[in-house]
């Protein structure tokens, strides 16, 4: 069992930053962010296989980073140049394994933890 919690959210304008954590029981071979907004299906941000196989959604590649640190157990997500559609609830998940074909599939990962809000304002 895994468990993860996730903090760092709150409200930002819209340019601003902000770094989301998920503390770890322990870390999987593969790590992710995902987000769910009002009345949409939660959508894949970012996951991290390794330092070097990270994958990351079209809508924000280039502004969002995943790190990780492992003698922490503690998984980020640096959040750049924000925008009002990035407001959702933030969930940090685990899985034992991920790729380029199903990193973003809310069914490839086992453990979620209970989400962050993040609200960014015009």
């Known amino acids: 069992q895994v468990q993860l919690v996730e903090s760092g959210g709150g409200s930002v304008q819209a340019g601003g930053s902000l770094r989301l954590s998920c503390a770890a029981s322990?870390?999987?071979?593969?790590m992710g962010w995902f987000r769910q907004a009002p009345g949409k299906e939660r959508e894949g941000v970012a996951a991290?296989?390794?330092?070097?196989?990270?994958y990351y959604s079209g809508s924000v590649k280039g502004r969002f980073t995943i790190s990780q640190d492992n003698a922490k157990n503690t998984l980020y997500l640096q959040m750049d140049s924000l925008k009002p559609e990035d407001t959702a609830m933030y969930y940090c998940?685990?899985?034992?394994?991920?790729?380029?074909?199903?990193?973003?599939?809310?069914?490839?990962?086992?453990?979620w933890g209970q989400g962050t809000q993040v609200t960014v304002s015009s």
């Open positions: 322990s870390l999987r071979s593969c």
């Open positions: 998940a685990a899985a034992a394994y991920c790729d380029s074909g199903n990193w973003f599939l809310p069914n490839s990962f086992n453990y």
């Open positions: 991290r296989r390794s330092a070097y196989r990270t």
